[in-house]
């Protein structure tokens, strides 16, 4: 009779492994979708993309953002500040530094 190796077990650990490196990256991933898909939302209700700002935020901090919470990510650590804006402001990363 025929034993058979544990070696399939090794590959099962070294996925785990690899997808709980790679979590953080997707947590990421998932809340710049969810601003992605918030971005769209507003838009189709007529607002021009020139005319809000959108900001991910710690959750401890979203009441010092300054604008309205519209979404949250990762697991609700992040929020998803949304902020009204003329139209000719420069976006946050556009802004110079002081």
Known sequence: ???????????VAML???FLALAPLAAQASCE??????????IANGVPQSGFQLEIVPSDQADQAGGQ???HCESDSQKIIYTRTNGNEPAAADAPTP
């Open 1 to 11: 009779m025929k034993t058979q190796s544990l070696k399939p077990w090794s590959h």
């Open 33 to 42: 979708s969810v601003k992605a898909d918030i971005t769209q939302k507003i």
């Open 16 to 18: 785990a492994v690899a």
């Open 69 to 71: 919470v519209v979404g």
